[in-house]
């Protein structure tokens, strides 16, 4: 019943850094495990990142992993992701995602996403 709101894409040179957020409202936001997924033109939906409810258990997909960062403040409401060594790769509609588990957070729920590009 969770209701989610991105912000803070834009467009970033290669090799700079970018940060995204995500509000929260409905529910109780510390049950909810969040995470981030992303899709870009003519691909997937790909998993990026996801946080454990108290926020000790973090993971994150092969292609961010070194490079990007999520992290969750429960009594703001809050989950972000800070985006490292951007690439063009990268470039995507950003989706905040809640669930039961950071297992189970596609099948959860999702905001209307922000658009992240990386130039060349």
């Known amino acids: 019943q969770v209701q989610l709101v991105e912000s803070g894409g834009g467009l970033v040179q290669a090799g700079g850094s970018l940060r995204v957020s995500c509000a929260a409202s409905?529910?109780?936001?510390?049950?909810?495990?969040m995470g981030w997924f992303r899709q870009a033109p003519g691909k997937e939906r790909e998993f990026v990142a996801g946080?454990?409810?108290?926020?000790?258990?973090?993971s994150y997909g092969d292609s961010v992993k070194g490079r990007f960062t999520i992290s969750r403040d429960n009594g703001k409401n809050t989950v972000t992701l800070q985006m490292n060594s951007l690439k063009p790769e990268d470039t995507a509609v950003y989706y905040c995602?809640?669930?039961?588990?950071?297992?189970?957070?596609?099948?959860?729920?999702w905001g209307q996403g922000t658009q992240v590009t990386v130039s060349s």
């Open positions: 995602a809640a669930g039961a588990s950071i297992a189970t957070l596609r099948i959860g729920s």
């Open positions: 946080v454990s409810r108290s926020g000790g258990i973090t």
């Open positions: 409905g529910g109780t936001f510390s049950s909810y495990a």
